[in-house]
T-cell receptor, first 110, second 114 residues
Framework: DSGVTQTPKHLITATGQRVTLRCSPR?????VYWYQQSLDQGLQFLIH???????AKGNILERFSAQQFPDLHSELNLSSLELGDSALYFC?????????FGSGTRLTVV | QQQVKQSPQSLIVQKGGISIINCAYE??????FPWYQQFPGKGPALLIA?????SEKKEGRFTISFNKSAKQFSLHIMDSQPGDSATYFC?????????????FGKGTKLSVIP
C-alpha cells in the first residue's frame, strides 16, 4: 500500500457522460499530481495542485478539470467523454522530490 | 516533440544476467533523473534516482549511470531476477514555479526468464 488512495479502481461509462475520479494523498503530503496513462501516449502529466491551489497544467483537455479540497483530497472531473479518453488515470502525492503514485483508476469509455 | 526517448521497448534477460535500459533527453532544464518500476495493476514506484552533479549511483543491484554532456542516463540491473519482470520508465523531472512535473519515457517491458 503506497498510502495514496484512488477510487474507484475501475469505471465503465458511455460516451458523452461525466465521471469523477478521487484521490487521497499520503498523510501530510500537500501536493497532488494527476497523470494519464494510455497505450499510445504513455504517461502524461495533466495537472498539479498544492494545498488547494492549481500550480501547473500539462496536457489536460478543456473537458477535464480538477480541484483539491481543504482536507487535501483531489478530484479529477472528466466530461463529454470520448472513446479516446479510455486510459489509466493516476494521481501521485509528493513531498520534495519524492513522488508516490496510487494504483490508478482504469476508465473505459464505451 | 518527444523530450525523452527510452530504449529498448522490450527486453528479455536470463536470470542472473544484466539488464540495461537507456534514456536520452533533450531538455537541459531537467534537474532530477529517476527510474520508476511498474507492475501490472499498480502505479509506478520510484526505484532509484540521480542528481545531475553525480555520474553514477548504486543501490543494491540497481545502478544509474548519468552522462550530462550526452544528455543520457541508463539503468543497470545486475543479477536480474524473475521478480524484476516489470515495466521500467525513465522520468526526468522539470522544475518550475513550485511544481515538479515528471516527463516519462515510453517504458521498457523487462522479462526475466528462469
Amino acid at each position: 500500500d503506497s498510502g495514496v488512495t484512488q477510487t474507484p479502481k475501475h469505471l465503465i461509462t458511455a460516451t458523452g457522460q461525466r465521471v469523477t475520479l478521487r484521490c487521497s494523498p499520503r498523510s501530510g503530503d500537500l501536493s497532488v499530481y494527476w497523470y494519464q496513462q494510455s497505450l499510445d501516449q504513455g504517461l502524461q502529466f495533466l495537472i498539479h495542485y498544492y494545498n488547494g491551489e492549481e500550480r501547473a497544467k500539462g496536457n489536460i483537455l478543456e473537458r477535464f478539470s480538477a480541484q483539491q479540497f481543504p482536507d487535501l483530497h483531489s478530484e479529477l472531473n472528466l466530461s463529454s467523454l470520448e472513446l479516446g479518453d479510455s486510459a489509466l488515470y493516476f494521481c501521485a502525492s509528493s513531498v520534495g522530490k519524492r513522488y508516490t503514485f496510487g494504483s490508478g483508476t482504469r476508465l473505459t469509455v464505451v | 516533440q518527444q523530450q525523452v526517448k527510452q530504449s529498448p521497448q522490450s527486453l528479455i534477460v536470463q536470470k542472473g544476467g544484466i539488464s540495461i535500459i537507456n534514456c536520452a533527453y533533450e531538455n537541459t532544464a531537467f534537474d532530477y533523473f529517476p527510474w520508476y518500476q511498474q507492475f501490472p495493476g499498480k502505479g509506478p514506484a520510484l526505484l532509484i534516482a540521480i542528481r545531475p552533479d553525480v555520474s553514477e549511483k548504486k543501490e543494491g543491484r540497481f545502478t544509474i549511470s548519468f552522462n550530462k554532456s550526452a544528455k543520457q542516463f541508463s539503468l543497470h540491473i545486475m543479477d536480474s531476477q524473475p521478480g524484476d519482470s516489470a515495466t521500467y520508465f525513465c522520468a526526468p523531472r522539470k522544475p518550475g514555479a513550485g511544481s515538479y512535473q515528471l516527463t516519462f519515457g515510453k517504458g521498457t517491458k523487462l522479462s526475466v526468464i528462469p
